[in-house]
């Protein structure tokens, strides 16, 4: 009897141990150990950050929903940096762009941010109707760091437990970033305060709407795959895509709820490609109708190709 309690204890022990050492702390070289959070590692560049602890207490709320989904616990580490410091911690531009790490960090920004700097310029091509709604659920002073920031570090958290299931690489990087936005959906709908859900969706509904995106270079999923980095450095472009991602993400949420987001998951880990190698297209749909249904994968069609 005593030896087998012995040996569950080495095994709780062990399970817990991989948990943590799936964090890459060598990104926190140089920041400051906030200690802001019980859920989770807070790590900054400024010993006093300001502004941060409404993000902290929605990735809160979003890891209890993740984890009782997802029937995890999930260890990770949330880093703030600002700015100046961004290209010392990120793998890409622009400075503040939310980013997650298969090391089990999440990425954010300090201060205000490069696009929401950009898009707050652009404000001036708004009617005076929307900019009322936007102030209505930005504030009068319009912050769209709460969707930069706030918003988006629930898609970035959601990453995260693609990436616990899966070492490295990804099958699609466009299901990818659908799951990301299916989860945030859920997460933003499930938060105490619903001015997160609001403030997203709003916003690139209006960005839809006002069809402020130029004319964008890239349009496919194969370019999406094979031009990633491009897109995310044309900005514009790699927003129009999650805009896109968005839209089927909240029909599928809307059609299925939660449930969908555990089947989803369970798809990106089936089609791990250190597991399967590179599937092809036609396989690959029939693997999505089989995990997510044919209405969804009807819903996922993608209609930009041209």
Known sequence: MRSSIILILILVSSCKQVKSDWIDRSLHEGLYNLD??????????????????????????????????????LIFAVLFVDNQNWDKYAY????????????????????????ASRWEQTLSQFSGSEIDTLKFHFG???????????????????????????????????LSELFAN???????????????????????????????????QYRTLQDFEEHYFDIMKLGRNYGWYQTQFYVIAKQLHEKYGDDVLQNFRNLLIAIDPKKVSEIEDDKLELLIEQYLGKEALNIINWDHDS
């Open 92 to 115: 890409a531009p622009p400075p503040g762009m939310p980013q997650s790490f298969y090391g089990g960090n999440i990425l954010l920004g300090l201060g205000k941010s490069v696009m």
């Open 36 to 73: 802001y959070s019980e859920s989770f590692e807070t790590y900054s560049i400024n010993k006093n950050p300001k502004n941060i602890k409404n993000t902290i207490g929605n990735l809160e709320e979003a890891k209890l929903y993740y984890d009782a989904i997802f029937k995890e616990d």
């Open 140 to 174: 009068d002073s319009i912050d769209l760091d709460l969707f930069f920031r706030d918003g988006l570090s629930l898609h970035e958290l959601a990453h995260l437990y693609q990436f616990v299931k899966i070492d490295d690489g990804m099958q699609r990087r466009w």
């Open 182 to 216: 299916l989860c945030q959906v859920g997460a933003a709908k499930n938060l105490s305060n619903n001015s997160v859900y609001y403030q997203m969706d709003v916003f690139q509904q209006l960005l839809i709407d006002k069809e402020l995106w130029g004319d964008v």
